[in-house]
Nanobody, 119 residues
């Protein structure tokens, strides 16, 4: 079982920065695929950035060059550095983790943290 807890959300002006952090319980963190998703009001949840094996990253086109995902396996954390924030980045951001076990994939979600970017 993996428990995810996000922190770092808040209110920021357009052009500003925020750093989200997701702390994970459990000793299997280093084996997980981890990612950040977001969901804006009235929209579907979307992948923002993912990181696999600590080095392989992928980003949504809308955040490339502005957001950076990283993880610290020693501290069991995955972080999202968000720069040059835009009002359209306003959403609830969720930490996501995926664990492959024989025959299936286990999915874990955090409770979400609100990010609001004012114009």
């Amino acid at each position: 079982q993996v428990h995810l807890v996000e922190s770092g959300g808040g209110l920021v002006q357009a052009g500003g920065s925020l750093r989200l952090s997701c702390a994970a319980s459990g000793s299997i963190f280093s084996t997980l695929f981890t990612a950040w998703y977001r969901q804006a009001p009235g929209k579907q949840r979307e992948l923002v950035a993912g990181i696999r094996r600590g080095v392989m990253t992928n980003y949504a086109d809308s955040v490339k060059g502005r957001f950076t995902i990283s993880r610290d396996n020693a501290k069991n954390t995955v972080n999202l550095q968000m720069n040059s924030l835009k009002p359209e980045d306003t959403a609830v951001y969720y930490c996501y983790a995926e664990q492959a076990v024989p025959g299936r994939t286990l999915i874990y979600w955090g409770q979400g943290t609100q990010v609001t970017v004012s114009s």
